[in-house]
T-cell receptor, first 114, second 115 residues
C-alpha cells in the first residue's frame, strides 16, 4: 500500500506571496491532519479534515487554511507569507474512525520564505 | 493547554544497551499514546502505539503506559547505531463532541547510539 505523498517537496517563496501544499493520504484513510514543524516550536497542529469537513483546528492565524476533497486528498493554503512561516509542513493520514487514531506522516514540504 | 513533556536529551548509550525514553502528559482524558522516530531531515515515523495500561512489546521496542501516573515510556533493547534519531511522544486527546481528537507532541528526545 502506498504511503502518504506530499507535493511539492521544496518551495521557496517571498514575503507576501501565497502558497498551496498538497497531500494524498494512504488509500482508505479518510482523515488528514496538517502540522508545522520548526526547530523552535516543534510539531504544532494546524488542522484536521475528515470527510471534507474540518474537524479540529489548532491555534494558527486565519492566513492558514485548508480543505479536503471527496477522494480524501487535502490541500493547505498559506496567504500573505511571513518569514516566520518558514518550516517543514507535514501531512498525516489516519483512518479517522473505528477507534484507530494512528497517524502516518508524509515526507513533508520544506517551505522557505525569503 | 495540553502538555506533553519528554525527558530532556540528548541521550547517549552504547551499542547493545537499553535506551529508556520517558514522557508525561497533563490531560487525564488522554486515550491513546504513540511513539514516533524522526531521523534528521526526515518526517516522523510511527513505531509504537499503546492504548491500555501495561506493556506492549514489538521486536526490540517496548512501550509502557501508566494512566494513573500519566506516564508513558519507550524502551529500546539491544540499541543499534541505526536507532540514533529523535523520538517523539504523542498523545491523543478526545475532541469536544467526539472521541477523535488531535495529537499533541512532545519536543522529542535525541538519542545517539555509539558503536
Amino acid at each position: 500500500k502506498a504511503g502518504v505523498t506530499q507535493t511539492p517537496r521544496y518551495l521557496i517563496k517571498t514575503r507576501g506571496q501565497q502558497v498551496t501544499l498538497s497531500c494524498s493520504p494512504i488509500s482508505g484513510h479518510r482523515s488528514v491532519s496538517w502540522y508545522q514543524q520548526t526547530p523552535g516550536q516543534g510539531l504544532q497542529f494546524l488542522f484536521e479534515y475528515f470527510s471534507e469537513t474540518q474537524r479540529n483546528k489548532g491555534n494558527f492565524p486565519g492566513r492558514f487554511s485548508g480543505r479536503q476533497f471527496s477522494n480524501s486528498r487535502s490541500e493547505m493554503n498559506v496567504s500573505t507569507l511571513e518569514l516566520g512561516d518558514s518550516a517543514l509542513y507535514l501531512c498525516a493520514s489516519s483512518l479517522g474512525h473505528g477507534g484507530s487514531y494512528e497517524q502516518y506522516f508524509g515526507p513533508g514540504t520544506r517551505l522557505t520564505v525569503t | 493547554q495540553k502538555e506533553v513533556e519528554q525527558n530532556s536529551g540528548p541521550l547517549s548509550v552504547p551499542e547493545g544497551a537499553i535506551a529508556s525514553l520517558n514522557c508525561t502528559y497533563s490531560d487525564r482524558v488522554s486515550q491513546s499514546f504513540f511513539w514516533y522516530r524522526q531521523y534528521s531531515g526526515k518526517s516522523p515515523e510511527l513505531i509504537m502505539s499503546i492504548y491500555s495500561n501495561g506493556d506492549k512489546e514489538d521486536g526490540r521496542f517496548t512501550a509502557q503506559l501508566n494512566k494513573a501516573s500519566q506516564y508513558v515510556s519507550l524502551l529500546i533493547r539491544d540499541s543499534q547505531p541505526s536507532d540514533s534519531a529523535t523520538y517523539l511522544c504523542a498523545v491523543n486527546v478526545p475532541g469536544r463532541g467526539s472521541t477523535l481528537g488531535r495529537l499533541y507532541f512532545g519536543r522529542g528526545t535525541q538519542l545517539t547510539v555509539w558503536p
